[in-house]
């Protein structure tokens, strides 16, 4: 409300005379919003560059590093589709060849998890993409780990932070990457449309940005955002959603979110058929979680949440696992999450009800 109200006032005043309530008095004021987020990321202001999501962000970075025929990419089988069908994309277009693997799941073994990346590195990878949080199962990936890994052999790692920011407490020291990109308007809520990318100040100028800028930027994290007209209200209302995160507290935000996710799932493993694709244990998943009942099919029991409970979940088929991915927010109640749980215990109990 507070973020959607904010959003609609920059509007109003935006096209007033936009050339000048848009570009002269709110555009320049994007620049609070930049050193708002470093502060909150723990970087510096001209490390952040405010992009329009996640996939932008992490574009910029597949695309903005030169690559040749044979160079291989390395990520996991559990990554964003868009993020794949980009390198696909480099695949058709520059003859680049990606290279995925699997994770357990779940996995509460970081030491694993960096071996798998390790093991997969060939003479010929160039670069790595992962997640922070996998957006499947809210895995939570040891970034700090691999990005260590990957730089004893100089390989760049763009981490993918889309559900990781303002999700769970972490800053920039906990995971020391070159390369972040998020979301604002996921656990943030800010609005849709707004996400941010951190590069590492002595790694902007060798980073090409998706749209042309000119030289002078080069080095200019601000040649992320050489996007053509955009809207201003956007971005600014990004303040007010920082405002209402940090007057929550990253830590108490992230403390609730596990609270809710350990009402519903310690409740729910008590049935033999539950099984839960998240972890439970510290530091490696947070709010969003994924259970599957054996025996009952994810997407007929999303279907079946939906249309009888006005439950909303998202039914996640891999091929390697599948559940629902059950994902409350701060406003979630209590009361909320105990109809889930029942609703979900019916279904044990007595199977779908017969359409
Ligand atoms: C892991 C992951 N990466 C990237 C994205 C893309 O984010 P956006 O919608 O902000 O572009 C998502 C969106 O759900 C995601 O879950």
């Not at 001209?46 to 160079?71: K, P, V, Y």
């Not at 108490?252 to 839960?276: G, P, S, T, Y």
Request: proline share 5%; glycine share 6%; with cysteine.
């Amino acid at each position: 409300m507070v973020v959607q109200a904010a959003l609609q006032r920059h509007l109003d005043f935006s096209n007033q005379a936009p050339a000048y309530t848009m570009w002269q008095i709110l555009e320049p004021e994007r620049e609070g919003v930049r050193q708002r987020l470093a502060r909150m990321f723990g970087c510096e202001t001209e490390e952040i560059a405010l992009t329009r999501n996640a996939s932008e962000g992490l574009q910029i970075c597949q695309f903005g590093f030169d690559l040749a025929a044979g160079d291989e990419v390395l990520t996991t089988n559990q990554d964003y589709p868009r993020m794949i069908t980009t390198w696909q994309q480099r695949e058709r277009r520059d003859g680049i060849k990606l290279r995925q693997f699997s994770l357990p799941v779940p996995c509460e073994d970081p030491d694993l998890i960096v071996s798998l990346f390790e093991k997969n590195v060939t003479p010929k990878t160039k670069l790595i993409l992962m997640c922070h949080m996998i957006n499947l199962t809210g895995q939570i990936l040891p970034v700090k780990q691999i990005v260590a890994m990957a730089r004893r052999r100089n390989l760049p790692v763009i981490v993918d932070g889309a559900h990781a920011l303002a999700h769970f407490d972490f800053t920039h020291a906990d995971l020391e990457c070159d390369y972040y990109a998020a979301s604002l308007h996921k656990w943030l809520c800010a609005p849709h449309g707004t996400g941010m990318l951190y590069v590492r100040r002595d790694k902007i100028k060798n980073l090409w940005p998706m749209m042309a800028a000119p030289a002078a930027l080069d080095g200019d994290i601000r040649k992320f955002e050489e996007i053509g007209t955009h809207p201003a209200a956007n971005y600014l209302a990004i303040a007010d959603a920082l405002t209402f995160h940090q007057g929550i507290g990253a830590q108490r935000k992230e403390a609730r979110l596990i609270f809710l996710r350990d009402r519903w799932a310690r409740r729910l493993l008590q049935h033999e058929r539950v099984r839960l694709n998240t972890s439970l244990r510290p530091g490696f998943a947070c709010g969003l979680a994924n259970v599957q009942i054996q025996g009952v099919e994810s997407k007929a029991l999303a279907l079946h949440l939906w249309n009888q409970h006005r439950i909303l979940v998202i039914a996640i088929k891999h091929a390697e696992f599948e559940g629902l991915r059950v994902s409350p927010s701060v406003y979630t109640t209590l009361e909320e999450i105990d109809r889930f749980a029942e609703a979900i215990e019916r279904v044990i109990k007595h199977g779908l009800p017969k359409t």
